[in-house]
């Protein structure tokens, strides 16, 4: 079986730098498309559109999150989830 694991991606306040932790995981490939899927239309799509001034200073990444306290991503997939110790998530509103 696949689980997909799902992360939650935010400011680390202070900083230009992220934080990913693992919030959760996932059994059903639905429920990771549509994280994926919001993850692409939010921070993926300005991430994409910004790449090279953010590589140059001209965009912070905190700009981003000035709005949007944080994202999910589900795109790690493991076939053993007994050891992570994170909930089970069957729907993203359990985020």
Request: hydrophobic share 35%; net charge negative.
């Amino acid at each position: 079986m696949q689980y997909w694991i799902i992360s939650k991606i935010e400011l680390i306040e202070g900083t230009e730098n992220l934080q990913f932790t693992e919030v959760g995981y996932t059994e059903d490939e639905s429920v990771a498309t549509e994280i994926n899927e919001d993850y692409d239309s939010t921070f993926g799509k300005f991430s994409g559109e910004n790449r090279t001034k953010l590589e140059i200073g001209q965009v912070l990444i905190s700009s981003f999150f000035a709005t949007t306290p944080y994202v999910n991503e589900a795109r790690t997939i493991v076939d053993n989830v007994d050891e992570l110790n994170i909930p089970q998530i069957n729907s993203k509103s359990e985020l």
